[in-house]
């Protein structure tokens, strides 16, 4: 049903920030690797989600550093585990990126 309402949803947003990432949604299957965008597909989240290791989560962010990206912007924090494990994955991703 989720996935039923983004579509309707992608078809009158505006926002080519939103456009864009439903197009890559639409042609990922499910999750694939670190970067998952079927939360975003299923209507569950705006965002594509990191998900993996600390290690991979901090080599995919790295990634994203060398090409200028300087703000993380992180979805709901429902726990304090939830933000101690981003802190550590972002720990990861300064150590790669030095």
């Known amino acids: 049903m989720g996935e039923e309402i ?6 009158t947003v505006e926002s080519q920030w939103h456009l864009g990432l439903s197009a890559d949604a639409f042609r990922s299957p499910g999750p694939e690797g670190t970067y998952w965008l079927y939360p975003f597909r299923a209507y569950k989240t705006f965002c594509p ?6 290690a991979e989560v901090g080599e995919l962010l790295a990634r994203y550093l060398a090409l200028g990206a300087s703000t993380l912007i992180l979805d709901e924090i429902v726990e304090e585990a939830d933000l101690r494990h981003s802190l550590t994955a972002v720990r990861h991703a300064e150590e790669a990126a030095a």
């Open 6 to 11: 983004h579509e309707i949803a992608a078809e």
């Open 49 to 54: 989600y990191l998900v993996g290791t600390h």
